[in-house]
């Protein structure tokens, strides 16, 4: 079972992660959306962050990235 400090430490590269994907969509395609905000912070698994951050980088559109970030809700 974790303890609290593991589960403050992973919650604080969970929102680490965030943040970074919106500054990398945001440098990238201007102003991202509400939506897309608040279906990232929805996310609790570090792995399907790192996914996403990849898919960020990668991708043509902010659509392109939606659709990755709707895919497997």
């Given at each position: 079972m974790p303890?609290?400090?593991?589960?403050?430490?992973?919650?604080?590269?969970?929102e680490e992660k965030?943040?970074?994907?919106?500054?990398?969509l945001t440098r990238r395609f201007g102003q991202c959306s509400g939506t897309?905000?608040?279906q990232l912070s929805e996310i609790t698994d570090l792995e399907r962050l790192n996914q996403l951050w990849d898919?960020?980088?990668?991708c043509r559109n902010l659509e392109?990235?939606?659709d990755a970030?709707?895919?497997e809700r």
């Open positions: 303890t609290l400090l593991q589960h403050c430490v992973n919650r604080g590269k969970i965030i943040e970074t994907i919106l500054r990398l897309i905000e608040v898919v960020a980088y990668d392109e990235f939606s970030l709707e895919s």
